[in-house]
């Protein structure tokens, strides 16, 4: 089990690696030189411009431009932004709690929704509530996130005046507005995770509900909800953990969208403003940001998936 | 049978050829699919034949029209912002959407699955490389590939089917390589090896056939995904560039407008939630067909 704990941290190490080649060739990749890039600025004297290089260390070969950049970037220095002025990691440090708060709460609202959807739709099988469920998650897949926020807003904000239609109040400032505000963001984001979930949940609950080892359980006299709950459920869950690890790349693709549309400052438009502001060491640092998250989510999730299966908890490896 | 002739006379064939007719009977009675089927088959006529079918320019602005509601004489789902015919433009946009939706498959599909089988067939080194690919892939959201790629290249269309691609890739790779693996350890493919056929013959002629329909039912729920997808971009204003008309720009420019004319806002959404809930009702049906230990 500890030779597979190390094997997988490895190879989310390498990865991580391989991503910020990737992310670090990208800027590079940019129209103009990476000075351009660096500062915003496109008029140099030729003078200048080896200045900045000398400056930003650009006149070296690429592999030890790139294992500079390795070394600034864990101590902190990401740059600073050409269009603000502020260093990056102000900017993130800003936006970051907003968008925190938005993925947390549109997850626990996934879960709550999806989890307990999936186990009505698997042992209610081919009755009324599984149809409702699965009619259900079929109009959170398709439904565009961004459209059902606008609807939401025209509802919820325009018509009935029960929310306000965009803007963020930190927690801090006044907990009962920041929920006002981020309650519909959030909502928006996780019905269309609990779509992914209600379906993964009941195709697992269908695959173990069928196993020896429920029949058995069941046949020693074991209340239903028991057989349900702890060796159904909890053999499903094994899957569940991985799409939910999956989910998080997808997710945060929506908190973006999600956050332009209710006019919330997070990653998300902070990452919007950047692309159309041409604000390079923003979207290098976000897109390095997001990398880390969701290697390190996959790795976790991959860590959950060992406690909860005993398959794999037994023979150290994954099936 | 010998061994030797085995590989002309692989059994799976033998097996589909007296089904294919129970096939589209077997899908004729799943209602939902069928309904998924007819949606498609729509949205791709309306796409092909929008210039008979839109009686106004999707593009040309007749500021004397501006904001008309829906029901108003000769603009049946009323005028935009630009006075410009809302039915028409949805018709021309369906093209964008439907444009994206394929080539970002298509393009996921012709790259992943040589990849997957090579994976899959060869394991090892070609299949740690693989792998490794598809978790970097994986590690940046479609939405940051889309936003590098309009860094680096300027947004258009072309770099939303790029970029939608590169995000399917993963799953269709995950899907080939599955494939390959279990094909592999049967007895067809087997003989074949011992028989010295040639590895491309193989991986084209026993492997590449036989995951036809796993790779069918990944396209299905692709499409609608690469659809959300680019009506997501082109909402941020990545994707097709106005005045051209997507689903997606339409609703970008609806917004600024929901308090007094929320018509235009609504349109737009409806057409894109009704084709991805087409493609989504048909992947379903031809998934329950092709396994149904998932229904």
């Known amino acids: 089990m500890r030779a597979y704990l190390l094997r997988r941290a490895g190879i989310s190490l390498l990865t991580l690696i391989i991503a910020s080649i990737v992310v670090f060739l990208g800027v590079r990749a940019v129209p103009g030189s990476p000075a351009t890039a660096l500062t915003g600025n496109t008029n140099f004297s030729p003078a200048a411009l080896a200045a900045i290089n000398r400056a930003y260390g650009l006149d070296n070969p690429l592999p030890v431009q790139y294992v500079d950049w390795v070394g600034q970037v864990v101590t902190g220095h990401l740059g600073s932004s050409p269009v603000t002025g502020m260093p990056v990691t102000t900017e993130l440090g800003n936006a970051f709690p907003i968008t925190f708060e938005l993925t947390v709460l549109s997850m626990v609202i996934a879960l709550l929704l999806g989890i307990p959807t999936g186990i009505l739709a698997a042992i209610r099988r081919g009755r009324s509530a599984d149809y409702a469920s699965n009619a259900a998650a079929l109009f959170g897949l398709s439904i565009p996130s961004f459209w059902f926020g606008i609807m939401l807003i025209l509802l919820l904000a325009v018509v009935l005046k029960w929310l306000p239609a965009s803007g963020f109040v930190s927690f801090s400032v006044n907990p009962g507005q920041n929920l006002a505000h981020i309650i519909m963001p959030a909502f928006v984001l996780g019905t269309g995770v609990a779509a992914v979930l209600m379906r993964q949940t009941r195709s697992g609950m269908l695959e173990t509900l069928r196993q020896d080892y429920v029949r058995t359980a069941r046949a020693k006299g074991l209340s239903e909800w028991v057989v349900i709950l702890k060796h159904s459920l909890r053999n499903s869950l094994v899957t569940v953990a991985t799409v939910i690890g999956l989910q998080f790349g997808i997710l945060l693709s929506g908190v973006a969208v999600t956050e332009e549309v209710f006019g919330l400052p997070g990653i998300g438009q902070l990452t919007i403003n950047a692309v159309f502001q041409r604000d390079y060491p923003t979207i290098q640092a976000v897109a390095l940001l997001t990398a880390v998250i969701v290697i390190v989510i996959n790795l976790v999730m991959d860590f959950v998936y060992m406690i909860l299966s005993p398959k794999v908890r037994l023979a150290g490896e994954p099936g | ?295």
Do not use: C
């Open chain 2, 1 to 295: 049978m010998s061994i030797a002739t085995m590989p002309g006379t692989e059994p799976t064939v033998v097996l589909t050829q007296p089904s294919r007719q129970g096939w589209w009977r077997r899908f004729r009675r799943r209602p939902p699919a069928v309904i998924g089927l007819a949606g498609v088959v729509i949205v791709v006529l309306v796409a092909v034949f929008a210039p008979f079918l839109a009686h106004y320019s999707p593009v040309v602005s007749q500021f004397g029209h501006v904001l008309e509601g829906p029901f108003s004489p000769g603009h049946i789902l009323g005028t935009d912002e630009l006075g410009r015919d809302e039915l028409s433009r949805l018709i021309y946009g369906s093209q964008a959407t439907l444009e994206v939706g394929v080539l970002a498959t298509l393009l996921a599909m012709a790259v992943a699955i040589p990849i997957g089988i090579a994976a899959g067939y060869y394991r090892g080194a070609m299949d740690m490389i693989a792998m490794r690919i598809t978790d970097v892939v994986l590690a940046f959201p479609f939405l940051l590939i889309a936003v590098g790629l309009a860094a680096i290249f300027g947004p258009s269309l072309q770099n939303v089917i790029v970029a939608l691609g590169i995000a399917q890739l993963p799953g269709s790779v995950r899907i080939a390589r599955a494939e390959a693996m279990a094909l592999r350890e049967q007895d067809f493919v087997q003989a074949a090896i011992v028989t010295g056929v040639k590895d491309r013959v193989i991986l084209f002629r026993h492997l590449f056939p036989n995951m036809l329909s796993p790779l069918l039912v990944q396209a299905s729920v692709s499409i609608p995904a690469a659809i959300l997808g680019s009506a997501l971009l082109s909402y941020l204003g990545l994707g097709v560039q106005p005045p051209t008309p997507s689903w997606g720009n339409m609703l970008a420019s609806a917004q600024t407008y929901l308090y007094n004319d929320p018509w235009i806002a609504i349109f737009p959404g409806v057409a894109i939630f009704l084709t991805t809930l087409s493609f989504n009702l048909l992947g379903d049906g031809l998934r329950d067909l092709f396994d149904p230990s998932m229904r």
